[in-house]
T-cell receptor
Framework: DTGVSQDPRHKITKRGQNVTFRCDPI?????LYWYRQTLGQGPEFLTYFQNEAQLEKSRLLSDRFSAERPKGSFSTLEIQRTEQGDSAMYLCASSRQPPPNYGYTFGSGTRLTVV | AQSVSQHNHHVILSEAASLELGCNYS??????LFWYVQYPGQHLQLLLKYFSGDPLVKGIKGFEAEFIKSKFSFNLRKPSVQWSDTAEYFC??????????????FGKGTKLSVKP
């Protein structure tokens, strides 16, 4: 069990640029989740996948956000035309099916700063 | 909308003091409940979880939590804290109804500072 890996750990970008983050879940975990955490708040659910299928998207996930998990393994989260309000920690978590009995394993996150 | 409330934003204790962190949720049905901890510079880690059965749940590092359904509460306790317990603690809820998608609703977190 190598844990959930996220890359990069930190990203600074200029407003209007596109950014992409990667998450590698624990290999036997079917479910993969993306959360966003801003200062002083708990993580907020964005979207989740079961294998390669994206099964739910939060209203927080605007049209500028897109997530993929093409082969049911790693996932990417892309933000287009970044805004300062996108500055946050983006967390990835994975779990076995069926959730949540096995609990979630979280990655260390990608901290995005939009300047 | 479902929500989770953590009453204390920042708690400061001396070593060996007892700890109780409050958590209330707003959801009338079956719930699965969690406490996560985030040590400085580290990722979220599961402390304990409740699905069913004994409402007093024991977790790692001497933590426990009690589910009181009538109060919609799931408070976290530890009889004697250590300096190494300094961290941020998050309560989380997952609606346990059939077809639940498994995503968690988190509280805003409580920062615990333990003075040596």
């Amino acid at each position: 069990d190598t844990g959930v890996s996220q890359d990069p750990r930190h990203k600074i970008t200029k407003r209007g640029q596109n950014v992409t983050f990667r998450c590698d879940p624990i290999s036997e975990h079917n479910r993969l989740y993306w959360y966003r955490q801003t200062l002083g708040q708990g993580p907020e659910f964005l979207t989740y996948f079961q294998n390669e299928a994206q099964l739910e998207k939060s209203r927080l996930l605007s049209d500028r956000f897109s997530a993929e998990r093409p082969k049911g393994s790693f996932s990417t989260l892309e933000i287009q035309r970044t805004e300062q309000g996108d500055s946050a920690m983006y967390l990835c978590a994975s779990s076995r099916q069926p959730p949540p009995n096995y609990g979630y394993t979280f990655g260390s996150g990608t901290r995005l700063t939009v300047v | 909308a479902q929500s989770v409330s953590q009453h204390n934003h920042h708690v400061i204790l001396s070593e060996a003091a007892s700890l109780e962190l409050g958590c209330n949720y707003s959801y009338g049905g079956t719930v699965n409940l969690f406490w996560y901890v985030q040590y400085p510079g580290q990722h979220l880690q599961l402390l304990l979880k409740y699905f069913s059965g004994d409402p007093l749940v024991k977790g790692i590092k001497g933590f426990e939590a009690e589910f009181i359904k009538s109060k919609f509460s799931f408070n976290l306790r530890k009889p004697s804290v250590q300096w190494s317990d300094t961290a941020e603690y998050f309560c989380a809820v997952n609606p346990g109804h059939r077809g639940s998608q498994g995503n968690l609703i988190f509280g805003k977190g409580t920062k615990l500072s333990v003075k040596p």
